[in-house]
């Protein structure tokens, strides 16, 4: 038996352990993969100390990871979908965005995770108020609305200190300057603007007229940064005159998705996140530049993964992202991971399957690979690469000497379970949806292949020919059926289903019968 712990796998035996590993949950037998630095995060951030990086989300709360093991050293409760450190790196601020009757922030001292004060305030908007950024002294934080309004509040007292409506639609994002006293915001009607908050002065807006995801100011706070979204480039621009600077580009993918941006300490080097996948495989990444130069100094990524936010150390020296549901660091003097390698998936794992003999363990996960493990000692034996699309499902033949996967490339591979050298790529169920089906017949001379159109396909596994094909009617009819009419007749339902999504269920949804084109 075996139980999925988000991306580590825990097979546990049927009767009791006995010698197990002594930090297994209780009755486990077996661990595939380590646990290091494995969460789901939607916010990061480094503390000062540069050897602990905080993770935040909404259903994991508060993580405080340690660098040099990679494990948590300290968790705390907290409702923490978004999370924002104030620059001098003594607060933490958590917004639960699901409280949809009331704004709900927590704050904390950042260094151990001591609460400070809960800070509530009703609110009428159908969309939740976002936190976007903290001032330099934790004390203000910038929220936005669906909107397009942009207000300052105290975080004490949850006062308004000002407030600016600055588009008809929605804000992307907000960026303070180090000294506090500029916003720099971008809007859903492909505006940036500069708001000096403080005063009376109205924003004004710079730049071309483009959607703006990401934003950073540069440490002495002369630049911003802004990344676009389906855009060729990053764009610097001087805050004083407004004039566009410098253009960043990668000179590998044609279009980038800037979701998030941070400038390291000396404002020598930008890294950005890149969101965009091309066809052909994943380009998904972090990107870091030299800003002077406009020279790509490095290129991060993780198959199947798509980054959204970024942290950088204090000291400049190591840049983290949440990527799939790990947590990765790299070195920016190096370009290299730091810290143990993480074993096993990186992503969501689909399947987990035993071989009949029981010596095999084959897995498929988002992070574009099957595996095969050793069912005896948990060690990975093989990883069956899909070109940076995710793999939805997988099967091994009675015999265990194949295994199937099917994956968003559009194909159904057929490999040796020995080796791990594909035998055949069939024609799969599509680059889209995500729901998959597989299965070996007892005699293992018929793979069965299923997926979100309705398609089931049967296949000569000695051969790679297709012997049959099903286009299954959800109204439990084919072709030739003398019960069609009368099915579809004396249930409503399942004519209206039928005709609007192609079939439906009946019997009470235990039968599905399809239409064949042999």
Same mark, same amino acid.
């Given at each position: 038996?075996?139980?999925?712990?988000?991306?580590?796998?825990?097979?546990?035996?049927?009767?009791?352990?006995?010698?197990?590993?002594?930090?297994l949950?209780?009755?486990?037998?077996?661990?595939?993969?380590?646990?290091?630095?494995?969460?789901?995060? !939607?916010?990061?951030? /480094?503390?000062?100390?540069?050897? !602990?990086?905080?993770?935040?989300?909404?259903?994991?709360?508060?993580?405080?990871?340690?660098?040099?093991?990679?494990?948590?050293?300290?968790?705390?409760?907290?409702?923490?979908?978004?999370m924002?450190?104030?620059?001098?790196?003594?607060?933490?601020v958590?917004q639960?965005?699901?409280?949809?009757?009331?704004?709900?922030?927590?704050?904390?001292?950042?260094?151990?995770?001591?609460?400070?004060?809960?800070?509530?305030?009703?609110?009428?908007?159908?969309?939740?108020?976002?936190?976007?950024?903290?001032?330099?002294?934790?004390?203000?934080g910038?929220?936005?609305?669906?909107?397009?309004?942009?207000?300052?509040?105290?975080?004490?007292?949850?006062?308004?200190?000002?407030?600016?409506?600055?588009?008809?639609?929605?804000?992307?994002?907000?960026?303070?300057?180090?000294?506090?006293?500029?916003?720099?915001?971008?809007?859903?009607?492909?505006?940036?603007?500069?708001?000096?908050?403080?005063? $009376?002065?109205?924003?004004?807006?710079?730049?071309?007229?483009?959607?703006?995801?990401?934003?950073?100011?540069?440490?002495?706070?002369?630049?911003?940064?802004?990344?676009?979204?389906?855009?060729?480039?990053?764009?610097?621009?001087?805050?004083?005159?407004?004039?566009?600077?410098?253009?960043?580009?990668d000179?590998?993918?044609? /279009?980038?998705?800037?979701?998030?941006?941070?400038? !390291?300490?000396?404002?020598?080097?930008?890294?950005?996140?890149?969101?965009?996948?091309?066809?052909?495989?994943?380009?998904?990444?972090?990107?870091?530049?030299?800003?002077?130069?406009?020279?790509?100094?490095?290129? /991060?990524?993780?198959?199947?993964?798509?980054?959204?936010?970024?942290?950088?150390?204090?000291?400049?020296?190591?840049?983290?992202?949440?990527?799939?549901?790990?947590?990765?660091?790299?070195?920016?003097?190096?370009?290299?991971?730091?810290?143990?390698?993480?074993?096993?998936? !990186?992503?969501?794992i689909?399947?987990?399957? /035993?071989?009949?003999?029981?010596?095999?363990?084959?897995?498929?996960?988002?992070?574009?690979?099957?595996?095969?493990?050793?069912?005896?000692?948990?060690?990975?034996?093989?990883r069956?690469?899909?070109?940076?699309?995710?793999?939805?499902?997988?099967?091994?033949?009675?015999d265990?000497?194949?295994?199937?996967?099917?994956?968003?490339? $559009?194909?159904?591979?057929?490999?040796?379970?020995?080796?791990?050298?594909?035998?055949?790529?069939?024609?799969?169920?599509?680059?889209?949806?995500?729901?998959?089906?597989?299965?070996?017949?007892?005699?293992?001379?018929?793979?069965?292949?299923?997926?979100?159109?309705?398609?089931?396909?049967?296949?000569?596994?000695?051969?790679?020919?297709?012997?049959?094909?099903?286009?299954?009617q959800?109204?439990?009819?084919? $072709?030739?059926?003398?019960?069609?009419?009368?099915?579809?007749?004396?249930?409503?339902?399942?004519?209206?289903?039928?005709?609007?999504?192609?079939?439906?269920?009946?019997?009470?949804?235990?039968?599905?019968?399809?239409?064949?084109?042999?």
């Amino acid at each position: 038996m075996a139980f999925l712990f988000g991306t580590a796998i825990v097979a546990f035996a049927l009767a009791s352990a006995v010698g197990g590993p002594p930090d297994l949950p209780g009755h486990a037998s077996l661990q595939l993969g380590d646990s290091q630095f494995r969460t789901e995060a !939607t916010d990061l951030v /480094f503390l000062r100390d540069n050897k !602990t990086i905080v993770s935040a989300s909404w259903r994991q709360g508060l993580k405080y990871w340690d660098l040099a093991s990679g494990h948590v050293r300290l968790r705390v409760r907290a409702s923490a979908e978004r999370m924002r450190m104030s620059a001098d790196g003594r607060r933490l601020v958590t917004q639960d965005t699901y409280d949809r009757g009331n704004t709900s922030l927590q704050i904390f001292d950042a260094d151990d995770g001591t609460r400070i004060a809960n800070v509530k305030w009703p609110s009428t908007e159908i969309f939740p108020v976002v936190l976007q950024a903290v001032t330099n002294d934790g004390m203000a934080g910038d929220f936005s609305d669906h909107d397009g309004r942009v207000c300052v509040r105290d975080l004490a007292t949850a006062r308004a200190l000002n407030q600016r409506g600055l588009a008809q639609r929605g804000v992307e994002h907000v960026a303070v300057s180090p000294d506090g006293a500029i916003l720099a915001i971008s809007t859903d009607s492909n505006e940036i603007f500069l708001w000096e908050w403080q005063s $009376d002065k109205p924003p004004v807006a710079i730049g071309p007229q483009r959607r703006n995801l990401g934003l950073a100011f540069s440490p002495d706070g002369k630049h911003l940064a802004a990344g676009g979204d389906s855009k060729k480039d990053v764009q610097i621009f001087n805050v004083e005159t407004h004039a566009l600077e410098r253009s960043l580009r990668d000179p590998n993918a044609r /279009f980038l998705r800037v979701d998030d941006l941070v400038f !390291t300490p000396d404002g020598k080097e930008l890294a950005a996140v890149n969101g965009i996948a091309l066809v052909r495989g994943f380009v998904a990444g972090i990107l870091v530049w030299d800003v002077e130069t406009g020279a790509l100094k490095h290129r /991060f990524t993780v198959s199947g993964a798509h980054p959204r936010r970024l942290a950088l150390s204090a000291d400049g020296k190591l840049l983290a992202a949440p990527m799939g549901e790990t947590l990765h660091i790299w070195s920016l003097a190096t370009g290299q991971p730091i810290g143990s390698q993480t074993t096993g998936h !990186t992503t969501g794992i689909n399947t987990v399957i /035993f071989s009949s003999q029981g010596d095999r363990i084959v897995t498929a996960s988002d992070d574009a690979t099957a595996r095969i493990w050793d069912a005896t000692t948990g060690r990975e034996l093989r990883r069956l690469d899909h070109g940076g699309k995710w793999v939805r499902a997988a099967a091994i033949s009675p015999d265990g000497t194949l295994v199937a996967t099917s994956s968003l490339d $559009d194909k159904v591979h057929i490999w040796q379970m020995a080796n791990g050298k594909q035998v055949y790529a069939l024609q799969g169920h599509g680059n889209l949806g995500g729901r998959r089906a597989l299965r070996f017949s007892s005699d293992g001379s018929v793979l069965f292949s299923w997926g979100d159109g309705n398609t089931l396909r049967l296949w000569n596994v000695a051969t790679g020919q297709l012997k049959r094909e099903f286009a299954l009617q959800r109204s439990g009819t084919h $072709d030739g059926d003398p019960n069609r009419e009368e099915v579809l007749r004396r249930n409503f339902l399942a004519r209206f289903d039928e005709e609007c999504s192609g079939g439906c269920f009946r019997n009470g949804g235990k039968q599905q019968i399809g239409r064949a084109h042999v």
